[in-house]
């Protein structure tokens, strides 16, 4: 923190517009009744934050972005004392009222009043963030800042593995093997599925899923070929797109076998469409499901990664400073990359 006009000032990264963000400094936020201050250690860049930084999504400008992260509380609201300053936390970025007819039929992620860290209110791609208390968790001991910044998507697989359902012995093809397909491939291979062939074009993302629990992979741009018998009734009881890519989702669907399940988990334009054959839904008897970020499930999340039943360490391939994220945000993406973080540490 700086000093400047009388007024405490961090570094944040600001998305103005469409395709249009700086990194400047802002007013350091302080702590309202029932909120914490943190600050922010790590912070992850999710496909969504590229959306926004797009105008491809929905939230207001100008924005600090941010959703996923993790760090220290260095200031503590009234009515908040469940927390003090130095407490290790991380927090589900998601404000719902409580009170409207989806929050109180367990559909939280479509509150009426819903807000969002890092999507409507000024997020964690800064020194500093404010927060409800109520929304942060303390970090256990054996997760460490980078991990503690992963919860949040754990989180969003949790609420996935919710709305489908896996059953024992069920065939699975997951298309998109990044950071959230690697977490997709451990939950999947311990929900019981009895064949799990994972998708992607990088050779070393493939080689990380059969490493910790596909039973095949396949190069995208041989998906054709190799997959060519496991259409129609031969096909999979799931399919799982991470990619959010509409010409890969279109072509899923061919895969889908006898009451097969299509989850769509990869985030698309809002304008995105795609072509489905309406005669194989009806007479496949075929199930689609989307799902949209977490509805509780972010204790869950963290209750599996303390555990060590699901490990994200490894996904994190780069750090960043805030100015390297502005970099990122205007095209310094590789193959290669999983989970890309901006790092405070």
């Known amino acids: 923190m700086e000093r400047g006009d009388g007024e405490m000032k961090m570094k944040a990264l600001v998305i103005d517009g469409p395709r249009s ?14 909120e914490i201050v943190v600050r922010v250690l790590r912070a992850g860049i999710c496909g969504t934050d590229v959306h926004i930084y797009n ?14 992260f993790s760090g220290v509380v260095v200031e503590v609201g009234e009515g ?17 009222c409580g009170r409207c007819r989806f929050c109180l039929s367990g559909r939280a992620n479509h509150c009426e009043r819903w807000d969002a860290i890092g999507v409507t209110l ?28 992963l919860i949040e998507p754990a989180a969003c ?45 990088a050779p070393e993302k493939l080689e990380m899923a059969a490493a910790w629990g596909a039973t ?8 054709a070929e190799e997959l060519e018998d496991r259409r129609g009734k ?29 989850v769509q988990f990869g985030v698309t334009t809002e304008e995105a469409t795609v072509a489905l054959r309406t005669f194989g839904l009806y007479q ?21 990664l303390e555990a060590g039943r699901l490990s994200v360490g490894h996904l994190v391939t780069r750090e960043l400073s805030l100015e390297g994220a502005l970099d990122f945000f205007r095209g310094d993406r590789r193959p290669s990359d999983m989970k890309v973080q901006i790092s405070f540490e």
């Open 55 to 68: 105008g491809e999504y929905l939230s207001p400008y100008p924005i600090i972005p941010g959703h996923e």
């Open 21 to 34: 963000a700086a990194v400047r400094e802002v007013p350091v936020p302080r702590a309202r009744p029932g």
């Open 234 to 262: 031969d096909g999979f009881e799931i399919v799982i797109d991470t990619t959010g890519v509409p010409r890969v989702i279109e072509n899923s669907f061919q895969y889908l076998g006898p009451c097969g399940r299509y």
């Open 122 to 149: 000024p997020g964690a791609m800064a020194e500093y963030v404010a927060l409800p208390a109520e929304l942060a968790m303390k970090l256990p001991d054996r997760l460490n800042f980078a991990e503690g910044a």
């Open 216 to 223: 095949r992979t396949v190069s995208a741009d041989r998906m």
């Open 157 to 201: 697989v949790v609420q996935a593995l919710r709305r489908l359902k896996p059953e024992t012995g069920d065939r699975a093809l997951l298309l998109g093997a990044g950071a959230m397909g690697q977490q997709w491939v451990q939950a999947l291979a311990r929900s019981g599925v009895s064949e799990l062939v994972v998708v992607d074009l």
């Open 80 to 96: 908040a004392e469940q927390f003090r300053e130095g407490d290790r936390v991380a927090a589900d970025p998601n404000l719902s």
């Open 284 to 304: 496949m008897e075929w199930t689609l499901i989307g799902s949209m970020a977490l509805n509780h499930t972010f204790a869950p999340a963290l209750a599996w």
